[in-house]
Structures are given as C-alpha cells and as structure tokens.
C-alpha cells in the first residue's frame, strides 16, 4: 500500500457507512423488475453506484490495521524527537517512552470510532514523547493527525529532574467539539508532568463523558500507566540514587 492510499484508507476509516447506497441498490433493482425502457437504464445506474461505494468500503482497513498505522506514525514521531532535541541517540540512557490521547480542545474537531473491541480510535491524536539523559528529562509534543500523516503544534521541552515534582494523571475539564457541537467535558483523564516553575506536559486520555457522547466504548490508558511508572522509576534513581 503507498503512502496516499494509507492514508485515503485512514480517512475512509473514520467516515460513517453510507445507508443511502443501500438505499440505491434496493430502488434500483426496483426499478428493474419490470424491465426494459427508462427503467432498465435507472435500474442499472442506481444499482451500479450503490454496489460501487460498497465495493470500496469492503477494501478499507479494520481496527487491527489502523491500530498498526496509528503505532507505526508514533514510532516515527519518536524517532523524530531525537533529532528534535538536537542529541545524539546515544546521549539517551533510557529508552523514551510515549503518551497520547485524543487532541481535545474547543477550536478541535474531533474524529472518532468505536471498534469491534469496543475501543474508541481517534484523529487527530495528541502525543508526548519522553526522553531521558544524564541530568535532563526531554519531552517532544505534537498533534498527529494521521489522515494527512503530519505532526502539527510541535514543541520541545527541557527539565532538569531536580525539577519535575510530580507525573501522574489528573482530572480535568475540557472543551471539544464532534460534529459541529461543542461539549464540556468535567471528568477527562489527562496525564501531567509539573515542574517546580508551575508549567507542565498534559495530553487527554479518556473520559466517561466523551465515551457516553460516541455511543458507549472504552479508552485504554495502559501506555499512559507505563510512561508514568518509566518516569517515577527514572526520578527515583536520578534523585535519590535507587537504581531502576
């Protein structure tokens, strides 16, 4: 699959079933049971567009393969951060460690799945990529939005460890908009990093409310529990000694 198809493939993956060519099928074979005539010519056209646009769905991706475009365009934002840090890879002496979430905000517009697994998938996705060196914790931020396959809103951080004073996940109150309307969202889950100067990393994970709006469905956080556990292990061994 090249890179346009991919992503045209994303973007069909997020657009809901089209019911009217259904719609088209059943008037056009209607139309056809006579025979002949005007409706010969109706018949076919109709049934032709319907069976067309279903025939394209069928070749669109499933959870399993947007699951492995969506790991796939983080990994390259990660490998991305090295260079965006302006280090050496092997100035790294851990391995870094990545959170994201949807990209929720009141000037967003969010695009959002439940699948099979009853898992909500998201575009445009809000991610933290955190490396670790010597004295300094790096943090590269960026929102993905995997129809195109571009990071927009990118931004490096820089911490000394002595700095961070707190990773965990916080709850707090966001605006976002889904099909044109905005909601207020009072119980979003969202990771935090606070340093000692008040400024802090935050990326959305999941809501109740936010889950309710689409439907029903769940919002993992395990890759958020494991950065945090990464993290505190990192500022134990950097602040008191305590090997990791």
Known sequence: M?????????RLYFTPFPKWSLGFIVFGTLCLLPGGGTGLVLGVLFVGVGAAVLFVRARGIGDAEFDRYRDEDLRNAAAKAVQRWGIDESDLVGKPVRV?????????TQAAKKGA?????????RFAVLGFCEHQLLA???????VTGNVLLEETEEYFYRDVVAVATKTDSIEF?????LHQLNDTQTFVLTTSGATSIRVPLR???LASILGGGEMPTTQAEEAIAAVRAMLRQKKSGVPI
């Open 2 to 10: 090249t890179e346009l198809q991919k992503r045209n493939a994303i």
């Open 100 to 108: 994201f979430g949807p990209a929720l905000g009141a000037t967003s």
């Open 117 to 125: 697994d009853r898992f909500i998938r998201f575009n445009p996705i």
């Open 140 to 146: 590269y931020l960026g929102v993905l939005d995997m």
């Open 177 to 181: 908009t889904h099909k044109g309307t």
């Open 207 to 209: 809501s109740l409310q």
